[in-house]
């Protein structure tokens, strides 16, 4: 009888539920492991597991302790701190940004910085905006060209901002787009002496934002809140709604200001 050959998928996800497997078997201890002992827990023969596990060491899931000794590496940590920050945020802000939505009849948008973008993980809109939405939950943004791009570049130093200009470049979208790192840094200025950031259609002609900072129980910036809307019909008091829900957010994930003195 001939013997069916493994496939490249069945091959991979052997692989993903092996690393699971040790996963799970180091988690199941406080102290580092031995080899031999994650060997014995998942069912492995050594080598596969030591072969495993020298991967995951490479991506930082796994630290080494010593040479056969493993524990739970700092990667997971990182991405579990991520994977806490957006799901508070969503349903720390969902409330507010649908009151948001309500006063202005506007789209409220909730963003996460991710590398050089933004990306849009939640929204509050309605037909009646006026407004095609052309960036749905799940789309980028650059963040030179966007408000709450804007927020995320004001608290980096001036060595990442101009790290940032070299590696994207500062490609422009429009006419109105900041192509120049001169420029952005004034304009940065502006954000961090206002509290809050603007999109002159920058993005997409025919749209104006404005955005203001979410920050969690640390003091660190994790989420922007904006309003997009039609360029002629942004309204200049809607800054003072936007800052306030935005505080109102950051209170709720645990943030106290520091007194000014």
């Known amino acids: 009888m001939k013997m069916e050959t493994p496939t490249p998928a069945k091959t991979s996800i052997q692989v993903i539920e092996r690393m699971m497997g040790l996963l799970d078997a180091l988690a199941s201890y406080s102290d580092p492991v031995s080899l031999k002992e994650l060997s014995r827990v998942s069912g492995l023969h050594p080598s596969t597991a030591h072969r495993i596990l020298n991967d995951m060491v490479v991506t930082r899931f796994v630290d080494r302790v010593e040479p056969g000794t493993y524990r739970l590496g700092m990667r997971l940590l990182e991405l579990g701190n991520v994977v806490k920050s957006r799901l508070s945020v969503r349903e720390a802000a969902l409330d507010a940004m649908r009151a948001l939505h309500r006063k202005t009849q506007q789209t409220v948008n909730l963003s996460v910085r991710q590398g050089d973008e933004i990306v849009y993980i939640d929204r509050a809109f309605s037909e009646r905006s006026g407004m095609q939405v052309v960036r749905a939950i799940g789309g980028r943004g650059p963040l030179h ?48 002496a206002r509290g809050y950031a603007r999109d002159n259609e920058e993005l997409e002609l025919g749209v104006r934002c404005m955005a203001a900072g979410i920050m969690d129980d640390s003091g660190k910036l994790v989420a922007g809140l904006s309003i997009s809307a039609p360029a002629d019909r942004l309204q200049e008091d809607w800054v003072e709604d936007l800052v306030q829900t935005a505080a109102k957010i950051s209170a709720t994930l645990g943030y106290r200001p520091t007194p000014a003195i």
Request: aromatic content about 4%; cysteine-free; hydrophobic content about 35%.
């Open 145 to 192: 060209l966007t408000s709450t791009g804007k927020l995320f570049l004001s608290v980096d130093d001036v060595k990442a901002i101009r790290a940032y200009s070299t590696r994207t470049g500062l490609a422009g979208h429009t006419r109105n787009s900041i192509t120049e790192l001169p420029r952005l840094e004034r304009e940065l200025s502006l954000v961090r």
